[in-house]
Structures are given as structure tokens and as C-alpha cells.
Nanobody, 112 residues
């Protein structure tokens, strides 16, 4: 069983930046790919980005490509999502995922 705790959400102006973190415990973090998803009010949860166990491969939804960057620090059991050039449509609850386990989410809200 793995526990995931997201943090770093908050208000962000259009064009601004935030860095989300996801701290993992209870599992061999470094052996697994991980991902970020988001869910806006009234919408389905959608894929945002994923990263391989080593960090050598990354994947992005077209809507965030070139603006967001996923990374991980296996020594700290932590996953990150750097959000740059934020847009209104990035407003959502952001979740990290490993295997079948989800965190509780961290809210990102456009402050424009």
C-alpha cells in the first residue's frame, strides 16, 4: 500500500507559475512510473503528465505541453509538477497517481 500527499496548490495569476509536489510513502517509489491528473468542476478527471521510474521518459497532455514539466526525486520519494505560463483552464484539483493509488489532491485556482 502506498500513501500519496500532494501539496503546493493555490491561487495563480494567468501567466504565473506554481510547483506541485507529491510525497510518497509505504512503497518502493523508485520502481514505478507516476503521473499527474486533474479534475475541473463538472468535468472528468484527465491525464496531465507522466514520468518513467527513472525519470528518463516523460509524457504530457497536449494542453500542457511546453508549459508544464514533470520530474521526480527518487531519493526524496517525491514527484513534482512545475506549472508555468498558467492559463484559466488549468484551474482544477490536481492528483498524483502511482499504480492504483491516488492522493487526495491539491487545488489550483486561477486568480485573474
Amino acid at each position: 500500500q502506498v500513501q500519496l500527499v500532494e501539496s503546493g496548490g493555490g491561487l495563480v495569476q494567468a501567466g504565473g507559475s506554481l510547483r506541485l509536489s507529491c510525497a510518497a510513502s509505504g512503497r518502493t517509489f523508485s520502481s514505478y512510473a507516476m503521473g499527474w491528473f486533474r479534475q475541473a468542476p463538472g468535468k472528468e478527471r484527465e491525464f496531465v503528465a507522466a514520468i518513467s521510474w527513472s525519470g528518463g521518459s516523460t509524457y504530457y497532455a497536449d494542453s500542457v505541453k511546453g508549459r508544464f514539466r514533470i520530474s521526480r526525486d527518487n531519493a526524496k520519494n517525491t514527484l513534482y509538477l512545475q506549472m508555468d505560463n498558467s492559463k484559466f483552464e488549468d484551474t482544477a484539483n490536481y492528483f498524483c497517481k502511482i499504480g492504483d493509488s491516488w492522493g487526495q489532491g491539491t487545488q489550483v485556482t486561477d486568480a485573474s
